[in-house]
């Protein structure tokens, strides 16, 4: 007789358990903590006799582990597969999120296209049907006879599809969409979620068939689901950047198998999303000549130095209270910099608006893009012009000094390989900065604040 699968509801907060669910919790009294969660009916000779008889695992030296067998799928992509740390890993659990409409259906369609010549692959939906998907393809030139469409909700089902067919690559659009049938919760909730990634988890690894896992994220940008979901997965990747805008930027939260530093840059067009192998060159183009405000900061995404053109406003204040926005950098970071240069430079900034913005939907979450945040807003401040050939990094302290940042050699190399020739980095990279005599750009190392602003005079 097969075990009968119960579900209880337990409150997140007491752990009040009742069989019936409640919008506040007669244990606590706080709202809308009651989540489903199943439990087994076992009794207790069959708990111990399944005890007993379970097999125990044998300890092995790490010495005689072998990792020879690793092998991973090339996604056709090299932005991807940087971000993926090599490629796809057999048997990987990949979460992929991002916005509505930034692009995670079409690239694992177009990974279907690279893969689908070798490998046979299911491609499961729960949002489309088989003509959406096929047209779809064929706006993307997708064309293979290894892509199988299956269009099904119920993630049993799934698993016993995937278990009978045996694909070679697995993708689930999306998971929000599956549905665990044994739950009475609609599917998205936290509890559907939760027990469809489990599912899916099981089925994954017991086969060894990587698995791409498509994710909505909610309104704060997080995927929506428990926290729990990325803790499940492998890798965690996320889409940033505005659906308006062609540029995507592609960045790895986690990943088992790689660096979580590396980003991927890819460009929006009619063909899906095409590859864009300088980004540096990307974030600049269409910069403005001889215009106060705008300063280039270079950033490290994981071993790759990328430029971007970081724009502030600083202008009078039609309210009470000035006001402060800024858009791909941290806010409290620019009201710390906006404090440090009114106390320690004697720029005043209590009574005006200022803004900051990073061009191209690059987020800079690096602390080298303080001193070119401050002197682009010295910049619109004393409206001054940053010379169009200077590039600036640094991390700034709250008594105005210019603290040293890591890979200098590897900005400044990058800033003149694009045409860039002086940079204001901090003095104490210069001991360490060994660059050939035929570079190209000179250094000024800055101590303070200060000098930074005297060095954009000289």
């Not at 690559?169 to 936290?190: A, C, H, R, W, Y």
């Not at 926290?227 to 499940?232: C, G, N, R, S, T």
């Not at 619109?380 to 008594?399: H, N, Q, R």
């Amino acid at each position: 007789m097969a075990e009968k699968i119960k579900s209880v509801y337990i409150c997140s907060e007491c752990a009040y358990e009742s069989a019936k669910w409640f919008g506040k919790c007669p244990g606590c009294g706080q709202w809308n903590t009651m989540s489903e969660e199943l439990r087994e009916s076992f009794s207790k000779s069959r708990t111990a006799s399944v005890v007993r008889s379970r097999p125990t695992a044998e300890p092995v030296p790490i010495t005689e582990i072998s990792t020879e067998d690793e092998f991973r799928y090339f996604t056709g992509s090299k932005e991807l597969d940087r971000v993926l740390g090599g490629g796809i890993v057999k048997g990987s659990l990949v979460l992929l999120g991002g916005d509505p409409g930034i692009g995670k259906s079409t690239i694992l369609l177009q990974i279907c296209s690279h893969l689908g010549k070798i490998l046979k692959i299911l491609y499961i939906s729960g949002e489309e049907s088989r003509r959406q998907i096929k047209l779809r393809a064929a706006r993307l030139g997708v064309n293979c006879e290894n892509l199988f469409i299956l269009t099904e909700t119920d993630v049993q089902a799934v698993a016993d599809r995937i278990q009978s067919e045996k694909p070679d690559l697995v993708m689930i659009d999306s998971i929000q969409t599956m549905n665990f049938k044994e739950l009475s919760s609609s599917p998205g909730s936290v509890t559907q979620v939760r027990e469809c990634t489990n599912i899916l988890m099981r089925t994954s690894k017991s086969l060894d068939i990587p698995c791409i896992i498509v994710g909505h994220v909610n309104k704060d940008g997080a995927i929506a689901g428990p926290k729990v979901l990325e803790h499940i997965v492998d890798a965690v990747l996320y889409f940033e950047g505005d659906k308006q805008m062609s540029y995507r930027i592609l960045r790895a939260v986690k990943n088992r198998y790689g660096s979580t530093n590396e980003i991927g840059v890819f460009c929006m067009g009619d063909k899906g999303l095409a590859e864009v192998e300088n980004p540096s060159l990307m974030l600049l183009s269409g910069r403005p000549k001889n215009v106060s405000g705008t300063c280039v900061a270079c950033s490290m995404e994981g071993s790759r130095p990328i430029l971007a053109e970081i724009q502030g406003l600083v202008t009078n204040s039609g309210y009470g209270n000035a006001r402060r926005m800024s858009t791909g950098f941290d806010y409290n970071r620019m009201s710390m910099l906006l404090a440090v240069l009114e106390k320690r430079c004697g720029y005043y900034f209590s009574s005006l608006d200022a803004y900051v913005n990073v061009i191209g939907g690059l987020r800079l979450d690096e602390p080298a893009a303080d001193l070119a945040v401050s002197l682009a807003l010295v910049s619109s401040l004393k409206d001054i012009v940053v010379p169009e050939d200077l590039m600036a990094f640094g991390e700034v302290g709250l008594t105005g000094e210019i603290r040293a940042v890591s890979h200098a050699a590897l900005r400044v190399t990058e800033a003149a390989r694009l045409g860039f020739t002086r940079c204001i980095l901090p003095w104490h990279n210069i001991k360490g900065l060994n660059l050939p005599q035929d570079a190209g750009i000179e250094v000024i190392g800055v101590r303070t604040i200060r000098d930074a602003v005297q060095a954009l005079n000289r």
